[in-house]
Every structure is written in C-alpha cells, then in structure tokens.
C-alpha cells in the first residue's frame, strides 16, 4: 500500500509536467512539447489531446456556464445554481442541452457529502474521457496513435502490477489506494475556480469583463510555502497561470509579486486563501448549489418554465 501511495504521487506529479507541456510551457515548441506529452500518456494513463481540447477551452472562458467544460459536470456536480436556476441550456463544448432532471437533482443535492470520495475514483473518468476523445474525433487530433499506442502500453503495465498483489484484496487495495492519492490532482486543479465568480453568456464585452479583470474574478490563488512548491506543481498560483498560461512553473512565484502589486494598485481583488481554508470555501459552495437543488421545482429539464406549464396554471 505503501508503493501504491507512491504510485499517486508520481501520477500526480506526472501531470503537473503534462500540464506544462500542454501549454508548451516547457521547450516551447508546439510540435515537440506535444510529442513529449503524448509519449508520456504510457506512464501516466491521460490523454494530452483530449486535455489540450477540454483545458484550452477553459482557459477562454473560465467559469462560463454554458462554454467552460471544467465546470459542466451534470448530472453529478453543479458548483453553482446557476447551471439549474433557469431551466436547460445549450453546453457549447458537449454540445448537448443540460438541464435539472430528477437524477441530477438527487445527486446534486448530496454533491457536497461524495465531493471528496468522487475524487478518489475520478481519474477513472478521465481514462474513459481520453479514450472517447480518441476515438471519436480522429481528424482532429495531434498525434492521435502515439496516444492510443502509449494508453495501451500503460493499461498493460497498471494491469500486471495490479494483479502482481498476493491476493485479489491487495490488488483491489493497491488500485484503490495509488488512484485516490492522485486523486489529490483533482482538488487541486477544481480547488482555484470552483468557490469564485461563474457567469451565463460572453465575457470581454465591456471594460468590467475584460481579460485580465474577468480572470482574477473567476481565479484564485493559493497560498502556500516556497519549499512545497513542488507538491502543488505550479496549480497554486492560477491566477498568474490564466493570465499567462505559456509562463514556466518555476517563474509564476515571481510573477505573482508583479501582478499582486497591479492589483494593489488598481484596487483589483487578489483571492489567495491557504490550501485547506480554499477547500472550505470550496466545499461550501457545494453546499449551497447543493442546497438551492433540493428547493428548485425545475426537476424535470425545464418543464416547470414551458408554455404547457403556464398554461396548465393560467398564466398569461
């Protein structure tokens, strides 16, 4: 259990450099950070271009409710009762209408209570993500085979691993174990957007919703110590990351005394809350999506805002 913990970390710490090479934050080189990237699917299990796909797109337009993939995660999670309060909506990236069904809203309404468990296993769905990227769009894709041939080199490896335990117990434990601490990956990449500001609709419209101001509305930091830096793979410091995504993770300590001293400045609100206080505003915006889910009468998709329902009342 000991080198299943192991494991987690090194996952984790592999796609803290995927991350970088996905932003060709590391030689540069479009063509070459992806190549790297793509080989290292076969150690870490993730697809690089179905995260430059899903990533990208979320760095456009951070916590749009109809645009922004990080945060359209019906039916399991709503970070917000926005994705609910008005009925369905088109998701620009799925390209599929979500709406509050029953389903959704009976696990939306307990989302706070499995957020953490959910993110012990859920590196399992970005398996699955990865695979169905690859499969479903295969003019689209850089480097789509180097990816499909290193995902089956890892599921080959993880697989003789697993079943190298003792007994069935160990194996199911070594996996369970190795795949909830890389688990940690996933609250801290949620962890710097999920408590923040979301908006419907296009942003940079106006001067309040241009670039820079809109990403520190919808970004924040997360303040920890120099010497843990490594554990926290640069995702610590979003801000300077959405507001420069290409900068190198060994340069956004230093970019943030620039841009703390802008905010200050212009009187721009800074948000770096510390790792364990970020979760608790994290976790109680959960809370009150989940909350404002178990009193909506929108339980059905939008029924309750149709004509046939205002005509059942007499309205109008």
């Not at 795949?179 to 710097?192: D, K, M, N, P």
């Not at 296009?202 to 919703?209: G, I, L, N, V, W």
């Not at 809350?273 to 915006?285: K, S, T």
Request: aromatic residues 12%; glycine residues 8%.
């Amino acid at each position: 259990m000991f080198g299943a913990a192991v494991m987690g970390i090194f996952w984790q710490q592999a796609a803290g450099l995927g991350h970088d090479l996905g932003h060709s934050g590391v030689s540069h080189d479009f063509h070459l950070d992806h190549k790297i990237g793509s080989a290292m699917s076969s150690i870490m299990g993730l697809s690089v271009g179905w995260w430059k796909s899903d990533h990208n797109t979320h760095h456009v337009v951070c916590n749009a409710v109809e645009h922004d993939p990080n945060i359209q995660h019906m039916p399991m999670l709503a970070i917000t009762p926005k994705i609910f309060d008005k009925g369905p909506f088109w998701d620009t990236y799925h390209k599929k209408t979500v709406g509050m069904d029953f389903i959704a809203r009976t696990l939306v309404s307990y989302q706070h209570i499995f957020f953490y468990p959910l993110m012990a296993v859920g590196r399992l769905n970005l398996y699955a993500q990865g695979f169905i990227f690859l499969l479903s769009k295969p003019d689209t894709i850089h480097y789509r085979k180097t990816e499909l041939a290193g995902l089956t080199v890892f599921f080959c490896w993880l697989t003789a691993v697993a079943l190298s335990m003792p007994t069935w117990l160990q194996c199911i434990g070594w996996v369970l174990v190795s795949h909830a601490i890389s688990g940690i990956l996933h609250v801290q990449i949620v962890l710097s957007h999920w408590s923040m500001e979301t908006y419907k609709g296009s942003p940079y419209t106006t001067k309040e919703t241009e670039w820079y101001l809109m990403q520190l509305r919808t970004t924040m930091n997360v303040e920890t110590p120099e010497w843990l830096d490594y554990m926290h793979i640069g995702l610590q410091f979003q801000i300077e990351h959405h507001l420069y995504p290409r900068l190198p993770r060994h340069n956004l300590r230093k970019a943030r005394k620039l841009v703390k001293a802008i905010c200050k400045k212009h009187k721009i609100h800074y948000h770096e809350p510390g790792f364990f206080l970020g979760n608790l505003e994290m976790w109680r915006a959960l809370k009150k999506a989940a909350l404002a889910a178990r009193v909506t009468k929108r339980a059905d998709g939008g029924f309750y805002r149709s004509v046939l329902w205002d005509g059942l009342n007499l309205s109008g």
